[in-house]
Nanobody, 120 residues
Framework: QVQLVESGGGLVQAGGSLRLSCAVS????????MGWYRQAPGNQREWVAT???????NYADSVKGRFAISRDNAKNTVYLQMNSLKPEDTAVYYC??????????????WGQGTQVTVSS
């Protein structure tokens, strides 16, 4: 069974930075496209960023230019560097593999997430 353990969240002032980590166990990490997602109170979970197995990245417009996703296949870990944080970035952040209807790839069970709170 795949386990996702997110860490690195915290309380930060607007304009600050955080680096999130997500350790993946129980699966072949390197063959999966990975993504970061977030869920703010009262909102649905939304996609934030993706990194493919080949290292190609893609971002939601709301974080483009401020966030950077990366991965270390040797450590089975995906990262999210968050800079120039805004209060609207406040949410619980999760990682998971990117699902694909075309390839028949489903998301894994979600981890506990890591809370990011940005004060104004």
């Amino acid at each position: 069974q795949v386990q996702l353990v997110e860490s690195g969240g915290g309380l930060v002032q607007a304009g600050g930075s955080l680096r999130l980590s997500c350790a993946v166990s129980g699966s072949t990490f390197s063959i999966n496209d990975m993504g970061w997602y977030r869920q703010a109170p009262g909102n649905q979970r939304e996609w934030v960023a993706t990194i493919t197995t080949g290292g190609i990245t893609n971002y939601a417009d709301s974080v483009k230019g401020r966030f950077a996703i990366s991965r270390d296949n040797a450590k089975n870990t995906v990262y999210l560097q968050m800079n120039s944080l805004k209060p609207e970035d406040t949410a619980v952040y999760y990682c998971n593999r990117r699902p694909s209807v075309r390839l028949g790839v489903r998301s894994w069970s979600w981890g506990q997430g890591t809370q990011v709170t940005v004060s104004s």
